[in-house]
C-alpha cells in the first residue's frame, strides 16, 4: 500500500503508526516486510501552466481573453524534486492499493489529485481516502486506515476544488492584465479579494462620509413610598427620542404621581457560545490578544500538528457529529481532571446526543468544531497557551447550562406622557459563573440591569427628569476580526440580507495579506483603511464591463455556484471574462500619477 500524506510531519506520523523506517534511497517511509510506503508532499506540488504555454501569443498582455480549452500543469520549481519522488511512487505502485491522506478539506484532496493527474493514473477504484478532524495519535491513524472510504466519495469535493483553481487563475489572470493595460499601472485583480476590497472600500466611504447629528435621551428617576428608585426612558408620542432640549416641556410632571399601563414579565435563556470554528478563533484571538488571523492559524496548526492536544482546525463547522458523543465525553473526564477548574462546569454539562447544539449532522460540514483533546506540553509559549486555553475553555462552556433570567418591562403614564422600564433578575448564572476568559457578552446599560422586583407600581411618584445629550456614530473601520466575520457572514448593500460566506475557513486569512502587497489596503493601527491606488482601482474596476468583479453579491452568487455545480460555475465565469475584456476603455489619464510613481520606484530599485 502507498500512502500520500500533504507534509511531512504528517508522514512521519504515519511511519510511527506502521511501524515504518526512513528509507534514504527511497526518500520514504518503508515498512520491514516492504508492503507499505509512505511519501509526502509539501503543499502543492503542481501550478496551472502560464497563459503562453498555451499560445505563444499570450506573452503579449494585450492578448485577451486568456481561456485554455483544456488546463495543464506545471511542477513548481520550488518543490520539484519532492515532485519527481512522489509520481515515481505512484508509478511504482499503479497496481497497488493507494491510500490519500492529505489534509481532509478541498484543498488537501486537489494536491493529492494533482500527483494522481501527474503520474497518469486512470484506475481509482483501488483508491481510498483517509478523512479525520482528530490530532493524528497512532490509535486514531489505525482506525482511519480502517475506515477509509472509496476515493469517488469524495469527488464532489475534488470537482469544486478543480473549479474554484481554474476560476482564480482565470479571473486573476484576465482582469490583472485588462485592468493593467487600460491603466498603464500594475493592478493586480482576484475573484474573492476584488470584492473583499469593494466591501473595505464601502466601509471607509461610508465613514468619510458620516456626519454626526445630535439627539437627546431623557430619563425620569421613580421613587415609591418606600424610597426604592427605578430608572424609566421617556417615550414621545411617535417613540421618537430624537426631538431636541425637550427638558422645559417635561420639568412640570417632575412630583407627579405615575399610573401602571402595563407590567410583563417573560423569562430569557442565554445559551452558552457554540464550539469553536476557525473563523470564529481567529476573531477571538484578534479581539483578546491582537494575533492576527494568520498567526492564529499558525499557532493552532502547530497545536493540532506537532503537539496533538487539538483537532483538525480548518474547519467551518461550529458542532460535532452525532457519532463524536463518547469522544467528547472521554475528553472531558480527561481534561477536568487536568484542569480543576472546569470541574464544576463539567459536572453541569449536557453530555447527550439530545444536545443538538453540539451534536448536530445537519450543520456539520467538511470537519467537526475545534476541541482540545489532550493536555497542553509543558514548554509551550504564552501565545500557545493563549489559544490552547480559549479552545479548552470554549470547550467546557459550550456544553454548560443556559443563564436563565427574568425579563421585566413596565410601561407607565404620567400625566399623559409614556415612560418604559426595563429590569432584569437573573434566576440562574448557568454558564456564565464558569468564564474566566474574557469572552465577549451583550452589554448589559443601566436600564437593563435593574432589579424591580420591590417596586410597588402602585405608589410611584416621578422624582426628576434627566437628559442626556448624544451624538449618532459612525460605522467603525474594518480590523482583522470584523472582517473575517463579514467574509463569513456578508450582507448585500441593497437588502442588507444574509449572503454565502466569502472564501472558506482555510483561505479567508489569506486576503487581507494579498490586499496588502498589491498596496490597495494598509493599517492605520489596527483599522484597515483603503489607499489611493486601492481607491483608484476600483473607480476604474466600475467604469469598465469587468465591474460585477467588485460586487460582494455577484461574488456570493459564484460562491453558491460552485459548491452546487461546478461545471456550471467554470462555464459562468468564462462567459463573464469573454464578455468583460471585449470592450477595453484608456484610464491611463486617471493613472498617470501612480505610474509616475511605479517608474520612480523602479528607478530607486535598480
Known amino acids: 500500500m502507498l500512502i ?64 485554455p480549452q483544456q488546463f495543464a500543469y506545471d511542477i513548481n520549481s520550488q518543490t520539484k524534486e519532492v515532485a519527481k519522488n512522489v509520481i515515481q511512487h505512484i508509478k511504482n505502485h499503479k497496481n497497488d492499493a493507494i491510500l490519500i491522506a492529505t489534509d481532509a478539506d478541498r484543498e488537501g484532496e486537489i494536491i493529492a489529485r494533482e500527483c494522481l493527474l501527474a503520474s497518469r493514473i486512470s ?26 472510504k472509496p476515493s469517488y466519495l469524495y469527488d464532489d469535493i475534488a470537482e469544486q476544488g478543480f473549479a474554484r483553481q481554474k476560476a482564480d487563475w482565470l479571473v ?55 424610597g426604592n428608585e427605578c430608572i424609566g426612558i421617556f417615550l414621545d408620542e411617535t417613540e421618537n427620542t430624537s426631538f431636541p432640549n425637550p427638558l422645559e416641556k417635561l420639568n412640570y410632571l417632575s ?71 463518547q469522544l467528547c465525553i472521554k475528553t472531558a473526564i480527561k481534561l477536568s481532571t487536568k484542569y480543576i477548574e472546569y470541574l464544576g462546569i463539567f459536572s453541569k454539562g449536557d453530555y447527550s446526543s439530545s444536545n443538538k447544539r453540539v451534536f448536530d449532522d445537519s450543520k456539520l460540514e467538511a470537519h467537526h468544531a475545534i476541541i482540545p483533546l489532550e493536555p497542553l506540553p509543558y514548554n509551550t509559549t504564552i501565545e500557545e497557551q493563549s489559544i490552547y486555553f480559549l479552545i479548552l475553555e470554549r470547550f467546557f462552556l459550550a456544553f454548560g447550562p443556559a ?13 399623559g406622557s409614556r415612560f418604559k422600564i426595563i429590569g432584569k433578575k437573573i434566576i440562574d448564572n448557568g454558564w456564565k459563573t464558569f468564564v474566566t476568559i474574557n469572552t465577549p457578552e451583550e452589554k448589559d446599560n443601566i436600564l437593563d440591569s435593574q432589579v424591580l422586583s420591590e417596586i410597588d407600581w402602585d405608589n410611584l411618584n416621578l422624582n426628576t427628569i434627566t437628559i442626556v445629550p448624544k451624538n449618532t456614530k459612525a460605522l467603525k473601520f474594518f480590523n482583522e476580526a470584523s472582517i473575517l466575520a463579514f467574509m463569513e457572514n456578508p450582507k448585500s448593500i441593497e437588502t442588507e440580507g444574509k449572503l454565502v460566506g466569502l472564501g472558506t475557513a482555510a483561505t479567508r486569512h489569506t486576503f487581507i495579506p494579498k490586499l496588502l502587497k498589491s498596496k490597495y489596503i494598509e493599517f492605520n493601527k489596527k483599522d484597515i483603511v483603503i489607499t489611493e491606488l486601492g481607491k483608484a482601482f476600483l473607480e476604474g474596476l466600475t467604469k469598465s464591463p469587468a465591474k460585477l468583479l467588485a460586487d460582494i453579491s455577484q461574488t456570493t452568487k459564484w460562491e453558491e455556484q460552485l459548491k452546487d455545480n461546478p461545471e456550471l460555475f467554470l462555464e459562468n465565469i468564462k462567459e463573464y471574462i469573454r464578455d468583460s475584456v471585449s470592450t477595453p476603455i484608456n484610464l491611463k489619464s486617471e493613472f498617470a500619477k501612480f505610474q509616475t510613481k511605479q517608474n520612480y520606484n523602479k528607478k530607486r530599485r535598480a
Not at 491513524?141 to 475506515?147: A, P, Q, T, Y
Not at 484576465?174 to 485592468?179: D, K, L, P, V
Not at 470554528?277 to 488571523?293: I, M, V
Not at 443563564?403 to 400625566?415: A, I, M, R, S
Open 4 to 67: 500520500i500524506t500533504e507534509k511531512p510531519s504528517v508522514a512521519k506520523d504515519f511511519a510511527k503508526a506502521l511501524a515504518c523506517s526512513f528509507s534514504a534511497s527511497d526518500q520514504a517511509y518503508k515498512s520491514r516486510d516492504g508492503e507499505i510506503t509512505i511519501v509526502h508532499c509539501v503543499g502543492h506540488l503542481f501550478n496551472l501552466q502560464q497563459p503562453d504555454f498555451y499560445d505563444e501569443r499570450f506573452k503579449h498582455w494585450n492578448q485577451l481573453p486568456i481561456i
Open 123 to 148: 484506475d481509482y477504484s483501488k483508491i481510498k481516502r483517509f478523512w479525520v478532524s482528530q490530532a493524528l495519535t497512532p490509535e486514531v491513524i489505525l482506525e482511519g486506515i480502517k475506515n477509509a
Open 172 to 226: 486573476g489572470m484576465n482582469f490583472t492584465r485588462f485592468m493593467t493595460n487600460m491603466s498603464g499601472v500594475l493592478l493586480t485583480a482576484g475573484r474573492v479579494q476584488t470584492a473583499i476590497l469593494s466591501a473595505i472600500n464601502t466601509r471607509c466611504k461610508s465613514i468619510a462620509d458620516f456626519k454626526s447629528e445630535k439627539y437627546y435621551e431623557h430619563f425620569g428617576n421613580f421613587f415609591d413610598n418606600n
Open 255 to 325: 412630583g407627579k404621581r405615575a399610573s401602571l399601563i402595563s407590567n410583563k414579565t417573560e423569562e430569557k435563556r442565554i445559551n452558552p457560545p457554540l464550539l469553536y470554528n476557525l473563523n470564529d478563533l481567529q476573531k477571538e484571538a484578534f479581539r483578546l490578544y491582537g494575533y492576527s488571523a494568520e498567526k492564529t492559524l499558525q499557532i493552532v496548526q502547530k497545536l493540532y500538528e506537532e503537539y496533538k492536544c487539538v483537532s483538525y482546525p480548518r474547519t467551518p463547522s461550529k458542532v460535532m457529529g452525532e457519532d463524536n458523543l
Open 403 to 415: 443563564h436563565v433570567y427574568e425579563k421585566q418591562t413596565v410601561f407607565l403614564d404620567v400625566n
